[in-house]
């Protein structure tokens, strides 16, 4: 009996510990996904091989174009530095780091990720950062990229927000895709809230572990990185010559179904009519 | 041994070479190029000029406002279906390419005032490119990040990560930060706020989505079956049926009368052929035809 008992708590242990390594398994690789079809940045001056290709991030420096100075370079320098570290140290499930090796590098023939400082982003205008990334035209691979961050954000966020906004930057730049649910996904590639706050919590398990899927097979990822090009409209774009006119407020017929209820009764054609039953069948507005 | 040691020097020669390009290779596109010109689109142009080409792609990414959730879409963003009528990329300063969108409004399900927070910028553009003006009524301009332009003699092509362009004629469901005194939106939850609406009501999400990946969609799909008239008649509930006085409506029933729901009377019955009265209980007799 004993045996028995020692045997079938055994079992259940044994499933208790498959189900939370299972879980476990799935909070990491269930929320990062990566860019597909592309390759990834074969890794700047200082690379010794694929699997430490270097990153070098500068910080535009000029007077007159998108330049850093005093106080703001000390700033930047500091986020530029923490997030590297970051992409540097974290690690997934296997305690294996990305083969990305990003470096604070002011030499400016050897950047691969310039920083530039703009007043504003004019195509999204409450972004706080982002990143333009260069593919290579006849091989597909992401070459360099350009970091934008506005002087809003360098100004009114924390060195710790602005680190976190530049870790999810630097994971588009080694082929991570945004994550549009924070609510049930925990990665650095949330999206942000309050403007340009992200929620993400930090570089996840799981975002090291998806680096590494893009590198290693990029097919295997979800979508491409660019949705797919705009089509070059010129001559002040296409205006519908006759365009319906259209008013406010809107009017809409509803359509309705009624079908009547009746009893039967001691009464002329033995049936009494109790009432009647509405179904809307269809709904037509005048667009 | 001088053979070998001539071999051994070219060999190191020619490897010295490969590596100093191999560690080159993605920063030659800086050599060229002005310091204050690196990140701007001139300076895109001109680095695509010292390779001899002509047309650039640029992939952008942006992190935009997280949606949470649909309930929670519903409740700070105007929604609304709409149609774009026209579209025009235009060069936006030094950095930037964006897409103007004129939409037409085909129905608000939901308006709410523009939502700004404390110490962000506005999300609304501050100027309107003119030939995008005037608007007629029910018209909103709507920008898009990214877009198409020439450039000191360079096609730049900027595409936005999961954000296709949107396609005229095309009907959309839009969660818009909307202004509505100027008739702007902003499309500040990015992609997981525009859908394709079909004829049928149909909604289809504009990007490529994993499961779990939208909590919009997610919503859309559990609460509203996918479907615009669903979400409709959710958020703008038609009006009551009619209300007719039942105690009328039965008198007329009793009388052998039609009750008309639509105006709420009574098609009182043919008259009795035998009396040209009302039908009367008991029938009577009409006696012999004749």
């Keep these: 009996m004993r045996i028995l008992l020692c045997f079938m708590l055994g079992v259940y242990s044994v499933g208790i510990l498959s189900y939370a390594l299972s879980e476990a398994y799935t909070a990491d690789a269930g929320c990062a996904t990566c860019f597909k079809g592309e390759k990834a940045f074969a890794g700047g001056a200082g690379t010794t091989g694929p699997d430490n290709r270097v990153v070098n991030l500068r910080y535009a420096t000029t007077q ?162 660019g949705a797919k090009p705009h089509n070059i409209v010129s001559g002040g774009g296409y205006t519908d010559p006759n365009p319906i006119p259209d008013y406010y407020p809107r009017t809409c017929y509803y359509f309705y179904d009624a079908v009547d209820i009746y009893v039967s009764c001691d009464c002329r054609g033995g049936q009494r009519y109790v009432g009647t039953v509405y179904y809307l069948t269809d709904v037509f507005c005048n667009y | 041994m001088v053979k070998k040691f001539i071999a051994l020097t070219v060999l190191c020669t020619l490897l010295a070479i490969g590596i100093s390009l191999y560690s080159s290779k993605a920063s030659m596109q800086t050599q060229t190029i002005p310091e204050d010109q690196l990140g701007t689109l001139h300076g895109f142009a001109m680095d695509a000029q010292s390779r001899g080409e002509y047309e650039i792609d640029l992939a952008k990414t942006i992190i935009f406002e997280d949606a949470v959730s649909l309930d929670a879409a519903i409740a700070n963003y105007t929604v609304l279906a709409a149609t774009p009528i026209a579209k025009q990329s235009y060069v936006l300063d030094n950095y930037s390419i964006g897409t103007w969108y004129k939409f037409r409004v085909n129905e608000t399900l939901a308006q709410k005032p523009l939502m700004l927070c404390s110490g962000c910028p506005s999300p609304i553009p501050d100027t309107v490119p003119p030939d995008m003006l005037p608007l007629n009524a029910g018209e909103i301009l709507v920008l898009q990040p990214g877009g198409s332009q020439l450039v000191d003699g360079v096609t730049i092509n900027i595409s936005v990560a999961d954000f296709p362009d949107f396609t005229l004629n095309q009907k959309y469901l839009l969660f818009l930060n909307l202004d509505a005194s100027r008739s702007i939106g902003s499309l500040q939850v990015g992609p997981a706020g525009a859908y394709m609406v079909d004829n049928y009501g149909g909604l289809s999400p504009i990007f490529q989505l994993e499961s779990g990946d939208n909590p919009v969609w997610d919503g859309l799909t559990a609460q509203y079956g996918s ?23 039965q008198s007329c029933y009793d009388r052998g009368g039609t009750w008309i729901f639509n105006g709420c009377y009574c098609r009182e019955p043919n008259p009795d052929p035998c009396t040209q009265q009302p039908w009367r209980e008991p029938a009577m007799d009409c006696g012999p035809a004749y």
């Design chain 1, 64 to 225: 007159n174009g998108g330049g850093f100075l005093g106080a703001d370079a000390t700033k930047i320098s500091q986020v530029i530095s923490g997030a590297a570290n970051d992409w540097n140290t974290h690690r997934d499930n296997n305690q294996n780091t990305t083969p990305f090796n990003f470096q604070p590098n002011q030499n400016i023939s050897q950047m691969n990720v310039n920083i530039v400082l703009v007043p504003k982003i004019s195509d999204h205008p409450n972004a706080c950062m982002q990143l333009l990334a260069a593919p290579d035209k006849n091989t597909g691979e992401i070459t360099s990229a350009t970091l934008y961050v506005t002087t809003a954000a360098l100004a009114n966020r924390t060195v710790d927000e602005l680190k976190l906004l530049m870790d999810h930057e630097l994971g588009h730049f080694i082929g991570l895709r945004d994550n549009y649910n924070n609510a049930q996904c925990s990665s650095i590639m949330s999206q942000a809230h309050d403007g340009c706050v992200p929620y993400a919590k930090g570089i996840q398990t799981g975002d090291v572990a998806k680096v590494r899927d893009y590198v290693s097979n990029p097919e295997g990822c979800w979508d491409k990185r």
């Design chain 2, 227 to 249: 479907n615009l008239n669903q979400l409709r008649n959710t958020l703008n509930p038609p009006p009551p049926p009619p209300t007719c006085d039942q105690v009328e409506e």
